[in-house]
């Protein structure tokens, strides 16, 4: 009992499979009953059960298991999911429920086999029944052979499927068992009931008895067909209906079942047995063997092995050759027919695949009719009708026709016996007019055949004819006959009896035939009633009406209205003389023929009164016109009788009944006048007038043959331009060209001109009906002649022919009827009409046999001479001999030259044969199918350019027609499939309707839809609607049936999607008439054919019901599906049109905050997924359900991808107008995208993507944050397309993902990233590397998460990923950390490998030579509000918020470009595109490249800015279309300052000549912000450049290189004059511009520049420029790095390191002004990395103390100023105690509490700041009293000024002043001038030192004049310079040009060129003038401040302001004035 109670307790699936049997048997039960509770067949329950089935069926317990069988049963019954169980529960029953003792387990077992067949698992039973008839066990069998049976007992051999079991059935009627043996035959009953004889063929080897006692069985079974009593799921409606008839009467059941009943057919169910091995291996010797009884042997051993009646398909090519030999030649009667024989079992083992050969052996068979011995006839008729059912009758039309003029009456006889026999097998569509014509032609002839038995054979032909296609469509070519012959034919038709045929028929067709029957049989009496001629007028037909295709119109009418002239019998002159004489006044009669003229015309003019006034049935045509003829008839000399007689005979025409007969009594007369000036327009107007009597064709025809057997070149003439004219108003329909083109060319060859005008005019004409090929015609004329033909055609190239007005009056009713009949007519081809050559009698057998050698140079000669063979004939005809058979062979060859050579051999034949070719498609055009396969693409390509060449002589027809196209598809080539695939998806929608062996092709349609190889599957997919739109979409999804339930779910889903997207079937008549070009379609007529074509064909065409059922034209719609040719779009309905009025999202509040709790509560899925289930999609839609409009849901959840497409363009246009409804439904949408993520369609992704892009701009714009609930459902997703194979959607996505971060924390972002990189896709594992770079660049360390070391770790495992691709992106992920916080990148990343830890610091090491600048670090707003920063540690270089925010450009590679503009596409869009992208330090190194950069290009700059005026560059042009490229302003100054840096002086001083003209005007600088660490990387780049090459290069001129650098230096001065644009110069680019200016002012080269002295003073100026405009803390932080630098660089000159420290100490004397604005922190870091490296023992190891005192000053004087709150500033230190630093502030801090330190402090600062020579004032004023001595002594004033001059360069601070004071202006004057003489001098020999020419360090006054050797035009504390300077420099101007101050005129004289540039060098542009005056000012401002010193008194102090003011307008009118003359 323990252990009982254990178990209780379990929960009912753990019971079930419990180790106790009671348990299990107890846990059976309760699921038993648990499984009849479930009501709902979904629930998630049922799954916990799925593994347990197989379980509860095998229990090893027998109680138990019986429980277990009812529990499966139950659950088998209910649940939604049994189906996944069906193969192990069906094989657990067969293995061990059916070899069970009890009945009741068996019982069971059987019913859970039935009930799985119930849920659509048939296929799956029936193997595991089959797989058991396997089984030792004879109880297993016999219970699987009852169960099968019983089910086909049940459901019947629809469902279950006979083939395999009936393959197994002689294998049970052989079991030793009886039980077995007996089920079998239990078995074979069951079957026979369904499919009765059909199952006789498989069992004919069992044993005789046991065969006789099935018999006997057979024969008591009931003859009615049995029921289905069993219904699938999916058939409940037919249950239903079932029910419902037999509740009726059972009548109505048989009759319902026996349609229901498939009917089989025995060849399917039998074993295919191949035949080719087992022939004997002298076969081909024997069959040629010289003894008959050898050949008889050999065709014996065949005969033998071709009674297998099914075969396997095979290359039967050389055995059908030796058989057609042994038929053709053999003398041996007895051979032929056994041979006969042979061809009969093969072409009925073949069946359709026999159809290749059939156009072989059927000419041969026919020939060998000749024979009159019965048995051969015999045999050759079985032969013959058992290929005709392997082929079709138009492939063997043009074999028979050929005989049919036999002069030998037996094949007569046998080929018309043999079309009777054939058309038995036909319908009335397998049988067209097409084909009717020239074989009722041909049987004519027959009818009236001298022998008795061939006219027989003819009446029973035509008989069998007239039955299959009824009597209405056959009498049209029985016109000629008899009545009595008429009578025959009909009465043949009565006997014929269309049931027996080969195939059988249907109790459907059963009923059809009395229907066929009847209608001709109710037209007879009402045809032959009354007269014929009466008949004939009934039904008139001229010419076609408009718009009907027009030659089998015309040939309609042509017949019909012959039919009634020749009833019409020519009348005597008396007779017509009495008949005229009853409708014409007397007084006319007798003046008919006076002798005057006058009362002739009088008498015409009565004759015309009395025409016009006559009734239509009055008026005796030919009595009228044969009095018009009466004499003098034609001859009449007076020109207006005869104009008023041509005038009749055309109203006789156009109202009269007018005949052929009478239209030969005027035409002569007519023909003869055409050519006359003055009746030739009425004989034209009558000649028209009979053509619309009695059609165009035949009056034309007429007409130009009577013209051309006259001499009369006027008439000839004429007459062919009055035909040009008649074909445009008749329109092309039946005329004869063959009858024409022989007469043409006689007028082409005339010696008139005018007859060869008309004649290629009239080409011209039928150009345009029959277009290319009736050039044809022509080839053999001169060339000249040619030339003129061509160019006639060239006109009329493109021309449509004109809409035909005539010749529709009549035969409208009849045409109506028969359109679709008249259509098949239309395409006689033209080439059909040219003259062609037999060709069979040059394919001799040494042709055939070369083609076929083992050699293949001779192959090849073989090809080449059946080139030339089929090349000299143009036109051929179909007979080509054995052509196809050595073709064939060389299609296969393993040379593939020869198989291209064979394939243009098949283009050529295709171009000569034209429709023949139809014939030899199954012989031999299939082959070029196969070669479709090939390997090499230039083979396929070939091999399709061929196959499309023959489909457009043959039409698709013959291709789809049996089985071969289904057996090329069923080859595994994937290839073949996806050429075959793509070659039908562009067929089948051209076509109207298609063979039913089409669906044949369907199974293997799948295979492909889910192949292994991608293009087969997209082939496979753009097939599936064409398909669909022929076969119908219930077909198609019915062949589902028969695949697995995995590839069955997948190929109906792609079914749902084809059948949205499946074309129309193309209108017939719109076809047609573009094809005749004979008219264009009226819309009404056009639209009533489509809808009677789209009704008829019974082809399911969806978009066409729709139409209907909405009330719109079903026919407009087709129309319109037609003309487009393919899915039409559907017109919305007005209320749809309303519907998508109003707005697309609507706006519920707190619904997405609802929506949040509800997944949060977990009452909704949560959006998590690998792949999305129905059920997401469901959840999705139910909630848009509230949120979107109707319309759009629709389209957002449609199957088709092109209402996705519709839905997202809509959804972009109204995103702005629906800012907040989008909002609102934010997390919908975002949703909605993830599905389309899945999609495989590039269109929708594209699409979707673009939404996104401009989704997530508007977001930012408007300042959104997305929430955890929108991102978590949305980012993973889009980070999985990042892996997309596709770059253009990678980088759409890494576009988004960029976006994402103004909308989105970027730190959580990277979380989402670190997942993507778990990613098993390589691709997206990169990409999502390279993002993460990306973000710690931008961002810096801050984004890492969860810290930057765990991030760093998981980053850097991947450099040892094995794709290379991930593998770099990893590295330069790391490398962007490295970047950003150095060496302690090592730290983070942990333990690496020693090949990885090599390949980074390669990586590292390579990356050395281009070291970022600090990229722009945008702040991340979600995470400042967070607060602290964990990382602050990491960052060496400054924090992100302090950095400048706009640096994007220069020191990258072009991928982190791309990337950064990207992630600001707001600020730069359009990108630049590639080719204008420079990658600076490959530019830099590479000396070679300098001309390969693009020339600057001149921008437009309105939008940003007022219209500067800029001179055109003197470089060459470029493209009109830049400035459209780069529209954007953000765009073109980034090209522009790219341009900076560039390789080529004169291309980098254009883009700084543009740049300065911005610069220049304040209002418009402001455009620079946010480029400014760009250009001034771009400008130190290009001093770099300088630096390192163009110095270097000594075919550069120096003058270019000083003007290069005038215009940086000035540049830069603009900039830094500019303190707003200053102040954005980012730390990093500081640093590297002061270590370019001050490389520069130690670069000794300069001074061999022109003026390179001035130019070394304006970097002075410009260092003191960046020191007081920068922002402070950059600046200082950027000197104190720089130092550490330069102090740490072994190759580092003293002297750079001695000028920093000047610049620092002038920083140190500016910091009381500054210290607010700057960030102690920072500057602190610094000093603390310094002293870090450069502890106090280390500085003072140095050999100047400067650095140290330097350092100390620094810190004592931000002590000073701050105090000691500057201890509160050390928080970006992480370990303090690294350097001394805090221990000396806190020195300073205590020292400075103390009042005396100060004052020490204060000397030690002024003792520093002076240089290493410390001197106290007395000596320097001893010094200068020397000096000044011999200044003034006579003898020693020039030593005494060298040594002021040298003195004052030593010791810049030194002050003279007081020595000059008490001096005279003369002396002081003489002092000065003598000062700058000396300096002049110096100039002009060797450079003064550097170090004296920097900026003066006087640290006690702050307010003294900055003495000469700076430069500097400006007050030291930092104010602009005032007016009085420039007034000042205008003096030295005028000084310096020789004007007087009050010379007006002198004032314009043009001054010379600035001081920089040499007069004779030609200036770029006026900007670069402008630049290169700044240093001019820059000297200027220098002399400004030495005149300042003569006077004794500085300017700035003489003018005051007031004055300055005033003179300032006068001033700039000056400057201007000035400025003018010098341009």
């Known amino acids: 009992m323990g252990d009982d109670s254990e178990w209780m307790k379990l929960p009912i699936d753990q019971k079930c499979e419990h180790k106790v049997w009671k348990a299990r048997l107890n846990g059976y039960e309760e699921a038993i009953k648990l499984f009849q509770k479930i009501e709902d067949e979904k629930s998630p329950e049922w799954s916990k059960y799925l593994g347990l089935m197989k379980r509860f069926v095998t229990d090893s317990n027998a109680v138990a298991q019986l429980k277990g069988l009812e529990a499966a049963l139950v659950y088998i019954e209910n649940a939604h999911v049994a189906g996944k169980t069906t193969g192990e529960v069906v094989s657990g029953v067969v293995s061990k429920v059916f070899n069970q003792p009890k009945a009741k387990a068996k019982e069971l077992g059987m019913e859970i086999c039935m009930v799985y067949i119930e849920i659509e698992k048939s296929e799956a039973v029936q193997e595991e029944l089959l797989k058991g008839l396997d089984n030792k066990n004879p109880k297993i069998i016999v219970a699987c052979v009852e169960t099968i049976r019983k089910a086909l007992s049940e459901f019947g051999s629809k469902i279950i499927t006979l083939k395999p079991i009936i393959k197994v059935l002689p294998k049970l009627f052989e079991s030793r068992e009886k039980a077995v043996r007996d089920e079998a035959k239990m078995l074979a009953v069951e079957i026979y009931k369904w499919i009765r004889d059909a199952l006789r063929p498989p069992l004919q080897n069992i044993n005789s008895v046991q065969l006789k006692d099935l018999e006997e069985e057979w024969v008591k079974l009931p003859t009615s067909a049995p029921k289905q009593s069993r219904f699938l799921r999916s058939q409940q409606d037919l249950k239903v209906k079932f029910e419902k008839q037999q509740a009726s009467g059972a009548d109505d059941v048989d009759g319902a079942e026996e349609e229901s009943v498939p009917q089989i057919d025995p060849y399917e169910l039998l074993e295919a047995v191949e035949i080719l091995g087992k022939l004997p291996k002298d076969f081909y010797e024997k069959i040629e063997a010289k003894k008959w009884q050898e050949r008889k042997e050999a065709l014996e051993a065949l005969e033998i092995l071709l009674k297998n009646p099914k075969l396997e398909n095979g290359d039967f090519g050389d055995l059908v050759r030796a058989l057609k030999k042994v038929i053709g030649k053999d003398s041996n009667v007895m051979l032929v027919a056994l041979a006969a024989k042979c061809v ?109 038995e061939v006219r027989d054979a003819a009446f029973e032909a035509l008989g069998t004819a007239m039955k299959v296609v009824g009597e209405k469509a056959v009498n049209p070519f029985l016109a000629d006959v008899d009545k009595l012959k008429l009578d025959k034919i009909k009465e043949n038709a009565e006997k014929v009896d269309l049931v027996g045929g080969k195939k059988g028929s249907s109790g459907a067709e059963k009923k059809d035939k ?15 009633a009354g007269p014929t001629k009466k008949a004939a007028v009934v039904k008139p037909s001229g010419p076609p009406k408009k718009g009907k295709p ?56 009565e004759f015309q ?40 005979v055309g109203l006789i025409a156009q109202k009269g009944t007018f005949s052929k007969t009478s239209a030969f009594v005027v035409l002569d007369g007519l023909v003869d006048k055409i050519g006359d000036v003055k009746c030739g327009t009425k004989a034209k107007e009558g000649l028209t007038a009979i053509g619309e009597a009695c059609s165009l064709p035949w009056t034309a025809e007429q007409v130009v043959s009577m013209a051309f057997a006259q001499k009369n070149p006027k008439n000839q003439a004429e007459t062919l331009n009055w035909l040009s004219n008649a074909m445009k108003e008749f329109g092309f329909a039946g005329i004869n060209v063959k009858a024409f083109i022989n007469n043409v060319k006689t007028a082409l060859g005339a010696t008139n001109p005018a007859i060869r005008t008309a004649a290629i005019s009239l080409l011209g004409i039928m150009y345009l009906y029959m277009g290319a090929p009736l050039r044809m015609f022509f080839e053999d004329e001169k060339p000249a002649l040619l030339a003129q033909i061509d160019a006639e055609f060239e006109k009329m190239q493109g021309q449509s022919p004109p809409v035909p007005f005539r010749g529709a009056k009549k035969g409208v009713e009849q045409e109506g009827e028969e359109t679709e009949e008249q259509e098949e007519e239309v395409g006689s081809d033209v080439v059909d009409l040219l003259p062609r050559t037999d060709i069979s009698d040059k394919i001799t057998s040494d042709l055939v046999a070369k083609i076929a050698d083992k050699n293949w140079k001779i192959r090849k000669e073989g090809l080449d001479e059946l080139a030339a063979v089929i090349n000299e004939a143009k036109f051929i005809l179909p007979s080509i001999g054995e052509v196809p058979i050595a073709l064939k062979a060389r299609l296969n060859d393993s040379n593939k030259i020869l198989v291209l050579q064979t394939l243009t051999i098949l283009q050529q034949i295709a171009t000569a044969m034209g429709s023949g070719l139809k014939q030899h498609v199954k012989c031999l055009g299939m082959n070029i199918i196969t070669v479709l396969g090939d390997s090499k693409s230039n083979v396929r390509a070939a091999a399709m350019t061929t196959l499309n060449a023959w489909v457009e002589q043959t039409g698709m027809k013959e291709w789809l027609e049996g089985e071969d196209l289904s057996e090329e598809l069923k080859k595994e080539n994937p290839f073949l499939r996806q050429e075959v695939l793509g070659w039908l998806a562009e067929k089948l929608p051209t076509l109207r309707s298609v063979s039913p062996d089409l669906m044949l092709c369907v199974p293997y349609l799948y295979a492909c839809l889910e192949d292994r190889n991608g293009d087969v599957r997209k082939k496979a997919q753009d097939a599936l609607p064409t398909f669909m739109m022929h076969l119908g979409y219930e077909k198609m999804l019915k062949a589902t049936g028969k695949l697995k339930t995995a590839s069955k779910d997948q190929v109906v889903g792609m079914l749902e999607k084809a059948r949205a997207v499946m074309p129309p079937v193309p209108a017939a008549p719109a076809k047609a008439g573009a094809k005749s070009g004979a008219a264009a379609l009226k819309t009404v007529a056009g639209s009533a054919k489509s809808q009677s074509v789209s009704d008829d064909s019974g082809i399911c065409v969806p978009d066409a019901k729709a139409d209907m059922k909405k009330g719109k034209p079903a026919g407009a719609a087709a129309k319109g599906r037609g003309a487009l040719g393919k899915k039409a779009p559907v017109k919305a309905n007005p209320k749809e049109e309303e519907d998508k009025s109003g707005p697309m999202f609507i706006l519920i509040s707190n619904g997405k905050e609802q929506r949040m709790k509800e997944e949060r509560a977990l009452k909704i899925l949560k ?38 497409i519709k839905a997202l363009t809509a959804m972009i246009e109204h995103m702005e107008e629906e800012k907040e409804a989008t909002v609102g439904c934010l997390d919908l949408i975002l949703k909605w995208f993830t599905l389309r993520f899945f999609d495989t369609n590039t269109s929708v992704l594209m699409k979707a993507l673009e939404y996104l892009k401009q989704l997530f701009s508007m977001l930012s714009r408007d300042n959104y944050h997305l929430n955890e609930y929108e991102a978590s459902s949305f980012i993973p997703y889009l980070i999985l397309k990042v892996g997309e194979s596709k770059d253009v959607v990678r980088k759409d996505v890494r576009g988004i993902l960029n976006m994402l971060c103004k909308v989105y924390p970027a730190s959580k972002v990277f979380t989402f990233l670190m997942d993507g990189t778990k990613s098993k896709n390589s691709k997206q594992r990169a990409e999502c590397l390279e993002e993460l770079g990306c973000l710690i660049e931008s961002y810096g360390m801050n984004v890492c998460q969860p810290t930057a070391a765990k991030a760093l770790k998981e980053i850097a495992v991947h450099i040892g990923d094995r794709d290379t691709s991930v593998r770099n992106a990893a590295l330069n992920t790391v490398l962007a950390v490295y970047n950003v916080c150095g060496d302690q990148v090592f730290k983070l990343i942990g333990n690496l490998s020693e090949k990885e830890m090599s390949m980074l610091e390669e990586r590292i090491k390579r990356s050395a030579k281009k070291t970022p600048v600090p990229v722009k670090q945008v702040e991340e707003k979600p995470q400042r509000v967070q607060g602290g920063n964990q990382n602050a540690s990491l960052m060496r270089k400054p924090p992100p918020d302090e950095v400048p925010s706009k640096l994007k450009i220069m020191y990258r590679t072009y991928r982190i470009q791309a990337r950064s503009q990207n992630a600001h596409p707001e600020l730069s869009a359009p990108s630049i595109p590639k080719e204008f992208q420079l990658d600076l330090d490959v530019i830099e190194n590479d000396h070679t490249r300098v001309s390969e950069l693009p020339d600057l290009v001149q921008h437009k700059l309105d939008e940003l800015l007022e219209p500067v005026l800029i001179p055109e560059p003197k470089v060459r042009a470029v ?124 670069d000794t080269r300069v001074e061999d520049l022109e003026d390179g002295q001035q130019l070394i003073r304006s970097v002075n100026l410009l260092v003191v420029k960046v020191l007081e405009k920068s922002d402070q803390t950059n600046i200082l932080s950027a000197l104190l790095v720089l130092l550490q630098d330069s102090l740490l660089a072994t190759a580092s000159s003293p002297k750079f390191s001695e000028l920093i420290m000047k610049c620092l100490w002038r920083m140190i004397r500016l910091l009381p002004e500054t210290i607010n604005s700057i960030n102690l922190d920072r500057i602190l870091l610094d000093v603390h990395n310094f002293m870090k490296i450069f502890p106090k023992e280390k500085l003072k190891q140095l050999k100047s103390e400067v650095p140290h005192r330097t350092m100390k000053t620094l810190l004592h004087t931000l002590c000073r100023l701050t105090g000691s709150k500057i201890l509160d500033h050390l928080t970006m230190i992480e370990n303090k105690n690294e350097s001394e630093l805090e221990a000396h502030l806190r020195r300073v801090v205590k020292h400075s509490n103390d009042p005396s330190s100060t004052k020490s402090d204060k000397d030690t600062e002024k003792g520093a700041i002076r240089t290493d020579e410390k001197m106290s004032k007395a000596k320097v004023s001893d010094i200068l009293s020397e000096i000044f001595k011999k200044v003034g002594s006579k003898e020693n004033t020039k030593e005494g000024l060298t040594e002021l001059y040298e003195y004052k360069q030593k010791y810049s601070d030194a002050d003279i002043e007081p020595f000059l004071k008490n001096t005279s202006q003369f002396f002081q004057s003489y002092v000065e001038r003598g000062l700058r003489m000396i300096e002049s001098e110096r100039e002009g020999k060797g450079r003064i030192q550097p170090s004296n020419t920097v900026i003066p360090q006087h640290p006690t006054d702050t307010s003294a004049f900055v003495p000469s050797s700076t430069s500097v035009p400006v007050n030291t504390n930092g104010e602009d310079v005032k007016p009085a300077v420039y007034w000042g420099r205008l003096q030295i101007l005028r000084q310096r040009h020789g004007l007087e101050n009050n010379s007006k005129q002198q004032e314009e004289r043009p001054p010379l060129t600035s001081l920089l540039s040499k007069p004779s060098a030609p200036t770029v542009a006026s900007s670069t003038d402008m630049l290169h005056s700044k240093l001019s000012q820059l000297k200027e401002s220098r002399e400004t401040c030495h005149q300042e010193l003569e006077s004794g008194q500085s300017q700035s102090q003489s003018l005051g302001s007031a004055s300055s003011t005033a003179n300032l307008d006068d001033l700039k009118k000056r400057l201007e004035r000035i400025k003018s003359n010098r341009k």
């Open 344 to 452: 009969t079992g093969l072409a009925s083992g073949l069946r359709k695949k026999f159809g290749t050969y059939a156009c072989y052996v059927v000419p041969t068979i026919l020939e060998k009719f000749k024979e009159k011995k019965p048995q051969v006839v015999q045999a050759l008729q079985e032969a013959i009708d058992a290929v005709f059912l392997t082929t079709t009758l138009q492939n063997v039309t043009e074999d028979v026709l050929a005989v049919m003029d036999n002069k030998n009456p037996s094949i007569k006889q046998q080929a018309s016996l043999f079309l009777a026999r054939s058309f038995r097998h036909c319908t009335p569509s397998t049988l067209p007019k097409s084909l009717l014509k020239p074989l009722c032609a041909a049987l004519l002839k027959h009818i009236n055949d001298s022998a008795p």
């Open 1167 to 1204: 959006w998590n997924f690998m792949t999305p289930r129905d059920e997401y999609v469901e959840q999705l839609k139910t909630q848009m359900s509230s949120c979107v409009a109707k319309w759009l849901q629709d389209e957002l959840f449609h199957f088709d991808f092109q209402h996705h």
């Open 550 to 605: 027009a030659s089998a119109a015309g040939a309609k009418g042509k017949k019909v209205t012959e039919n009634k002239e020749i009833v019409e019998t020519e009348l005597s002159i008396e007779v017509c003389e009495e008949k005229a004489a009853v409708v014409l006044p007397a007084s006319c009669m007798q003046l008919l023929d006076s002798s005057n003229w006058k009362e002739r015309l009088a008498s015409m003019e």
């Open 609 to 648: 009164r009395a025409v016009e006034q006559m009734d239509k049935s009055d008026m005796p045509c030919q009595a009228l016109v044969r009095m018009l003829a009466k004499k003098p008839g034609w001859k009449e000399t007076n020109f207006q009788v005869m104009q008023m007689k041509l005038h009749i």
């Open 514 to 528: 009395p229907a066929v029957k009847a209608e001709p049989a109710a037209e007879v009496p009402a045809k032959s």
């Open 1519 to 1642: 493209s009109p279309h830049f400035d459209d490229m780069h529209s954007s302003t953000a765009s073109t100054i980034n090209f522009v300052i790219s341009q900076v840096a560039s390789g080529d002086i004169n291309t980098s001083i254009q883009a700084l000549a543009q740049i300065d003209e911005v610069l220049r005007q304040e209002d418009k600088a402001e455009a620079m912000s946010g480029h400014i660490d760009q250009f001034l990387i771009a400008t130190f780049m290009q001093l770099r450049l300088i630096y390192n090459k163009h110095m270097a290069d000594e075919r550069l001129g120096k003058d270019d290189i000083a003007k290069l650098y005038s215009c940086i230096i000035g540049n830069m001065l603009s900039l830094f004059y500019l303190e707003s644009l200053a102040r954005e110069a980012s730390m990093g680019v500081l640093k590297d511009l002061m270590h370019g200016l001050i490389t520069l002012m130690l």
